[in-house]
Nanobody, 126 residues
Framework: QVQVVESGGGLVQAGGSLRLSCTVS????????MGWFRQAPGKEREGVSC????????SYSDSLKDRFTISRDNAKNTVYLQMNSLNPEDTARYYC???????????????????WGQGTQVTVSP
């Protein structure tokens, strides 16, 4: 059974940085497309970024792509989200998601992902 576990969230002041980590266990990682999503209170879940097996990335928000960077380490079964220049509007629960084995395409739609973590809370104070 595939398990997805996020970590690294917390409280940070505006202008600060955080690095989120997401580890996959129970199945293969190297052959899955991985994505990061976020959901703020009262808002829909939105795609942040996605990374292919090859390391090619896609970003789903013009306002985030210059501040947030997704990366992966297949040897550690881990995907990361480096978040810089955080502001209060970035406050949300951040979710990591995995697509099926052998997946080849990125997607910013949550329905295209098969496995989800419980999320990690990021709170940015003014």
């Amino acid at each position: 059974q595939v398990q997805v576990v996020e970590s690294g969230g917390g409280l940070v002041q505006a202008g600060g940085s955080l690095r989120l980590s997401c580890t996959v266990s129970g199945s293969t990682f190297y052959d899955r497309v991985m994505g990061w999503f976020r959901q703020a209170p009262g808002k829909e879940r939105e795609g942040v970024s996605c990374i292919l097996v090859s390391g090619i990335v896609e970003s789903y928000s013009d306002s985030l792509k210059d501040r947030f960077t997704i990366s992966r380490d297949n040897a550690k079964n881990t995907v990361y989200l480096q978040m810089n220049s955080l502001n209060p509007e970035d406050t949300a629960r951040y979710y990591c998601a995995a697509r099926f084995r052998g997946s080849r395409f990125c997607s910013g739609r949550s329905t295209d992902y098969d496995y989800w973590g419980q999320g990690t809370q990021v709170t940015v104070s003014p």
